[in-house]
Nanobody, 126 residues
């Protein structure tokens, strides 16, 4: 079973930065493509960023391109989301997810992720 625990959320001002971490309790973490998603108040869950197994390939939703960076440390079973130039519209609960898809990824469809963390709250004030 895969357990994912997010951390690093908090309350910040617009323009600030935050680094989210997701620690995975799993054997062979490097075989899992990973992703970050978020759910804003009153909205559906949306894709934020994803990374391939090796970390060589990443993809982002348009609204965070140039501001967010996803990375992973396979030796430490951890995936990161570095968020810069935060905006109030980035306010959401951020979820880490792990995929078991056959290909290396990355994957932007939430249906490709069977394993999810509990989420960490990010609030950005204007």
């Amino acid at each position: 079973q895969v357990q994912l625990v997010e951390s690093g959320g908090g309350l910040v001002q617009a323009g600030d930065s935050l680094r989210l971490s997701c620690a995975a309790s799993v054997v062979s973490f490097s075989t899992y493509p990973m992703g970050w998603f978020r759910r804003a108040p009153g909205k559906e869950r949306e894709f934020v960023a994803a990374i391939s197994r090796s970390g060589s390939t990443t993809t982002y939703t348009n609204s965070v391109k140039g501001r967010f960076t996803i990375s992973r440390d396979n030796a430490k079973n951890t995936v990161f989301l570095q968020m810069s130039s935060l905006k109030p519209e980035d306010t959401a609960v951020y979820y880490c997810a792990a995929s078991r898809q056959y290909r290396s990824g990355p994957y932007s469809n939430g249906n490709d992720y069977p394993y999810w963390g509990q989420g960490t709250q990010v609030a950005v004030s204007s």
